[in-house]
Nanobody, 125 residues
Framework: QVQLVESGGGSVQAGGSLRLSCAAS????????MGWFRQAPGKEREGVAYTGTAGTVYSDSVKGRFTISQVNAENTAYLQMNSLKPEDTAMYYC????????????????????WGQGTQVTVSS
């Protein structure tokens, strides 16, 4: 079982930056692959960023502004968010998958079996 704990959310003005962290624990053996999703009120949960063996993947809405990284030695993933916009306001969730898990795509929530509790990001104009 993989446990994920996010931190780093908060409130910021448009154009500002935030850095989210996600600490993974509770597993042994091979690494986990991690991604970030977000969900705004009344909307579906959408993929934001993912890091895997083939590299990183970003949604079009955040490409060039957000950067995902993963430090395996720390079992931690980060999401650096720059040039934030009001439309980035959402609950952000860390997600993880093991190498043998079925993969439907980096931006598909069905690819991930483990989820954090979420951290709120609010961007004001």
């Amino acid at each position: 079982q993989v446990q994920l704990v996010e931190s780093g959310g908060g409130s910021v003005q448009a154009g500002g930056s935030l850095r989210l962290s996600c600490a993974a624990s509770g597993y042994t053996g091979s690494r986990v692959f991690m991604g970030w999703f977000r969900q705004a009120p009344g909307k579906e949960r959408e993929g934001v960023a993912y890091t895997g063996t083939a590299g990183t993947v970003y949604s079009d809405s955040v490409k060039g502004r957000f950067t995902i990284s993963q430090v395996n030695a720390e079992n931690t993933a980060y999401l650096q968010m720059n040039s934030l916009k009001p439309e980035d306001t959402a609950m952000y969730y860390c997600a993880a998958r093991r190498p043998g898990d079925t993969f439907y795509g980096a931006m598909k929530k069905e690819s991930f079996n483990y989820w954090g509790q979420g951290t709120q990001v609010t961007v004001s104009s």
